[in-house]
T-cell receptor
Framework: DAGVTQSPTHLIKTRGQQVTLRCSPK?????VSWYQQALGQGPQFIFQ???????QRGNFPDRFSGHQFPNYSSELNVNALLLGDSALYLCASSSGAVNEKLFFGSGTQLSVL | GENVEQHPSTLSVQEGDSAVIKCTYS??????FPWYKQELGKRPQLIID?????GEKKDQRIAVTLNKTAKHFSLHITETQPEDSAVYFC??????????????FGTGTQLKVEL
């Protein structure tokens, strides 16, 4: 039973570029959430997707957008990258409207130079 | 919105001793409180969680207590072992009653268990 998988594991970009991160949820899960974790900080909620729609959103600018596909996998897109976007981006999956438990992937470490 | 404060930021204990980490939350509508353990370079792992209709929950050496009136909850680890060394995060959520299970995390506690 595969857990939450994310790709790529590491990514280096320059300011102004765009990036796409990918996530496959744990088997049986249909809800995907994205979090940003800066060094030495707790994860910060970006948004959550359920039934291919954004259900909740945190305090992140519109440069951060996402998508969920019919197979429940998800993408996080960040446009016009800033140095401050450098962080570990974590994907978490859960099971729909019943179970609050979130299971995290290993993350994508994004460095913006 | 929800605000979660976590203390202490670092905690050093001797092997075999107990460790306690405390968190407070601000949103009285929060009803789900998980704890995550994150080892260096690895994913956060759910170690225990509690819902607001329960005051205490225990799983082997780990226990969590919740005081809804005071809006605080705590993680207790007994008989600590070197492999317990990691960063621990508390979190709070309104659960699905809030239209989605968005977690608000504390700032983390670096636990070091010394031999």
């Amino acid at each position: 039973d595969a857990g939450v998988t994310q790709s790529p594991t590491h990514l280096i970009k320059t300011r102004g570029q765009q990036v796409t991160l990918r996530c496959s949820p744990k088997s049986g899960h249909d809800t995907v959430s994205w979090y940003q974790q800066a060094l030495g900080q707790g994860p910060q909620f970006i948004f959550q997707y359920y039934e291919e729609e954004e259900r909740q959103r945190g305090n992140f600018p519109d440069r951060f957008s996402g998508h969920q596909f019919p197979n429940y996998s998800s993408e996080l897109n960040v446009n016009a990258l800033l140095l401050g976007d450098s962080a570990l981006y974590l994907c978490a999956s859960s099971s729909g409207a019943v179970n609050e438990k979130l299971f995290f992937g290993s993350g994508t470490q994004l460095s913006v130079l | 919105g929800e605000n979660v404060e976590q203390h202490p930021s670092t905690l050093s204990v001797q092997e075999g001793d107990s460790a306690v980490i405390k968190c407070t939350y601000s949103d009285s509508a929060s009803n789900y409180f998980p704890w995550y353990k994150q080892e260096l370079g690895k994913r956060p792992q759910l170690i225990i969680d509690i819902r607001s209709n329960v005051g205490e929950k225990k799983d082997q050496r780990i226990a969590v207590t919740l005081n809804k009136t005071a809006k605080h909850f705590s993680l207790h680890i007994t008989e600590t072992q070197p492999e317990d060394s990691a960063v621990y995060f508390c979190a709070a959520s309104r659960g699905h009653t809030g239209g989605g299970n968005k977690l608000t995390f504390g700032t983390g506690t670096q636990l070091k268990v010394e031999l």
